[in-house]
């Protein structure tokens, strides 16, 4: 049962243009957003969040926008640098009734790759 | 901030050896995770520890899989009589308590059972 669905492995993007990847979730019970990116041979580092009662988060060149309606969330990377080439993880939590372990459910990844 | 340390890196082992990872979590951090990597797929959950307590197990814990944290700081995850199946990357993570704070991940322990 994947809760958290990235439906593209991959996305080629040209360096100054807009990169935008995608995740979907099933779970409503989701309440908390996160983007991670994954170097090779390093574990993922933390990028950018969203909680449920916003729709947009922005920090410098990343932005995520959260749509609980279509239980969708993206992350827009504008301008893209070739730096910024790695796998980008969506992950999701909940807090399970006033008692928050905080576990992240994540997706299976999307590899960005931006040409120079 | 040293960071999340995990050790070994890279474990190659024979099926039926038994292997301990040990994590160095954030010095603060109370909260600890495990999680498993598998080629193509992102962390899935395993445990996680409070402290000394361990709160959550997934059901991915099989019965060879067991967790420790000692006095509420660094962490082993000990997997007896290995199979192939298990050869994945495992992922140590921690945070404070905050719900809203991010996870920090270590580099992670590859496991390859020959």
């Known amino acids: 049962d994947q809760q958290v669905k990235q439906n593209s492995p991959s996305l080629s993007v040209q360096e100054g243009r807009i990169s935008i990847l995608n995740c979907d979730y099933t779970n409503s019970m989701f309440d908390y957003f996160l983007w991670y990116k994954k170097y090779p041979a390093e574990g993922p580092t933390f990028l950018i969040s969203i909680s449920s009662i916003k729709d947009k988060n922005e920090d410098g060149r990343f932005t995520v926008f959260l749509n609980k309606s279509a239980k969708h969330l993206s992350l827009h990377i504008v301008p893209s640098q070739p730096g910024d080439s790695a796998v980008y993880f969506c992950a999701a939590k909940f807090n399970a009734g006033g008692t928050s372990y905080g576990k992240l459910t994540f997706g299976q990844g999307t590899i960005l790759t931006v040409h120079p | 901030d040293t960071g999340v340390s995990q050790d070994p890196r890279h474990k190659i082992t024979k099926r039926g050896q038994n292997v301990t990872f040990r994590c160095d979590p954030i010095s603060e951090h109370n909260r600890l995770y495990w999680y498993r990597q598998t080629l193509g797929q992102g962390p899935e959950f395993l445990t996680y520890f409070q402290n000394e307590a361990q709160l959550e197990k997934s059901r991915l814990l099989s019965d060879r899989f067991s967790a420790e944290r000692p006095k509420g700081s660094f962490s082993t995850l000990e997997i007896q009589r290995t199979e192939q199946g298990d050869s994945a990357m495992y992922l140590c993570?921690?945070?404070?308590?905050?719900?809203?704070?991010?996870?920090?991940f270590g580099p992670g322990t590859r496991l390859t059972v020959l």
């Open positions: 993570a921690s945070s404070i308590r905050d719900y809203y704070n991010e996870q920090f």
